[in-house]
């Protein structure tokens, strides 16, 4: 099985001397690092190379990005694309980051907390790590893989589905049991897991849903190639919707319009799906905002549960 290559995206910070390069993978996934010189930067190869560029000021690396910050000899527009492409062709090369011995001296303590979302069936689960560069759906234990967290979580048999997206698990139950007599259970294992360094799991479920910077399924439309109409529903849906549902444990991705009917569809994942009161307030919402923000051409949204 060939791994997936790294590709890095270039993205400012509010510090106009410090640029992030960040991989589409993870690249450190309990720790932070900073390199103020050579020397400091012996733990990791690919620091002591960004060293050898003399505008290279300091080094910092975290979870799946490089971020650099430059001496003012030169602007970011002149040399970011030569960083950019030598930090993913050392990612792809194989060589390691971060050497064994240092990494294994710099755990830090996993904590996880639950906290309760609108709907009645779903439990966020937050963890103090990063756990997914991309957010995941898991609908059943067929969606998982072999020694993954997320098949680990299924040998709960309250567990109906879950959602994964930065530092949390939105996990959807069956009505079999109240969360009060199982959230402790599963804060316990979650957090115990991580700890063990046991990872979440690629998802083998496949969605149509379209968020703004990837598919989730590959024969799903890319983002470019849909109406100037359905792009700005995406842009909106991404700016300022999913935003507020996620606090909820939850996520909302376009599925598709309809130009005739004036009809959006949208896909409620993790816990906005099967929320009895997050369809109707979603679908209403939704609705009133992208009539606003795009008259005259929507009439309906339709939201759909993952």
């Not at 910050?69 to 602007?75: A, C, G, K, L, M």
């Amino acid at each position: 099985m060939s791994m997936e290559k790294h590709e890095i995206k270039i993205t400012p910070t509010n510090n106009e001397a410090i640029l992030k390069f960040e991989s589409n993978q993870f690249l450190i996934r309990n720790n932070s690092y900073e390199f103020k010189n050579i020397d400091e930067a012996k733990p990791s190869p690919l620091a002591q190379q960004l060293f050898y560029l003399p505008f290279v000021k300091t080094v910092y690396m975290a979870q799946n990005f490089v971020a650099i910050e430059r001496y003012d000899i030169v602007t970011w527009e002149d040399v970011q694309q030569e960083v950019a492409d030598q930090i993913e062709n050392y990612l792809n090369s194989g060589a390691a980051l971060i050497s064994e011995s240092q990494e294994a001296n710099k755990q830090v303590p996993v904590t996880v907390y639950a906290e309760a979302t609108p709907n009645p069936n779903a439990m966020k689960f937050v963890a103090n790590k990063k756990l997914t560069v991309q957010s995941k759906e898991f609908k059943s234990i067929a969606d998982t893989e072999d020694n993954s967290l997320a098949r680990q979580l299924y040998q709960f048999p309250f567990i109906k589905e879950f959602y994964v997206d930065e530092n949390y698990i939105s996990i959807q139950k069956h009505e079999v049991v109240t969360w009060e007599e199982v959230t402790q259970e599963v804060r316990s294992f979650i957090r115990e897991a991580l700890a063990q360094g046991v990872q979440i799991g690629e998802s083998r479920y496949e969605s149509k849903a379209i968020t703004m910077d990837q598919t989730t399924s590959p024969t799903a439309p890319q983002r470019e190639d849909l109406d100037d109409v359905s792009q700005k529903i995406v842009e909106i849906l991404d700016e300022y919707i999913k935003p507020a549902v996620a606090s909820d444990g939850g996520n909302i991705v376009f599925e598709g319009y309809e130009e005739e009917k004036g009809e959006v569809r949208v896909i409620l994942q993790g816990a906005c799906s099967g929320c009895p009161s997050s369809t109707m307030t979603l679908k209403n919402g939704i609705e009133t905002m992208l009539k606003d923000m795009i008259p005259g051409k929507i009439n309906s949204v339709v939201a759909l549960n993952g």
